[in-house]
């Protein structure tokens, strides 16, 4: 029982690292700047 309770903890750290590094390159990835919205009520402006 104590073995797949192992397996069951390092599984679920396992998927924690990759989802963690998924956000990661994510927010990498996105570009540095400014952000200029159109909307039909307003315009927003926000510095990356």
Known sequence: MQQKQLYLVI???VVAVI???IY?????SQP???EIR?????????EN
């Open 38 to 46: 159109l909307n039909e009520s307003r315009i927003s402006v926000q």
């Open 32 to 34: 540095n700047g400014v």
């Open 11 to 13: 599984g679920a750290l």
């Open 19 to 21: 989802a963690l590094g």
């Open 24 to 28: 990661v390159l994510r927010e990498e």
